[in-house]
Nanobody, 127 residues
Framework: QVHLVESGGGSVQAGGSLRLSCVAF????????MGWFRQVPGKEGEGVAT???????TYADSGTGRFTISQDNAKNTLYLQMNSLRPEDTAMYYC?????????????????????WGRGTQVTVSS
């Protein structure tokens, strides 16, 4: 069974930065697709960023220019660097992985399109 564990969340003032990490346990090869998804209680949630096996990255419009998704295969770790944070970025951020042959874009990312999920790390951005 694959387990994903996020870390790096916290509270930061607007304009600050955070780097989220996601460590994958229980698999011996790199997933075809990994991504970050965020959700606020009572809202449907949205994809933030994805990275596919071909190295292609995608971002939600709101994160373009501010967020960077990357991975270190040797460490089985996925990262999300978030700069110039805004209060509207406040959410629970989830790491996701999938071993299929399709990697959704951030704009089309949903709970059902990824097979494995972490339990989230909270990001709170204050004014």
């Amino acid at each position: 069974q694959v387990h994903l564990v996020e870390s790096g969340g916290g509270s930061v003032q607007a304009g600050g930065s955070l780097r989220l990490s996601c460590v994958a346990f229980g698999h011996t090869y790199t997933p075809y697709c990994m991504g970050w998804f965020r959700q606020v209680p009572g809202k449907e949630g949205e994809g933030v960023a994805t990275i596919g096996g071909d190295g292609m990255t995608t971002y939600a419009d709101s994160g373009t220019g501010r967020f960077t998704i990357s991975q270190d295969n040797a460490k089985n770790t996925l990262y999300l660097q978030m700069n110039s944070l805004r209060p509207e970025d406040t959410a629970m951020y989830y790491c996701a992985a999938d071993f299929g042959h399709v990697c959704p874009t951030a704009a089309t990312m949903t709970w059902g399109r990824f097979g494995y999920w972490g339990r989230g790390t909270q990001v709170t951005v204050s004014s």
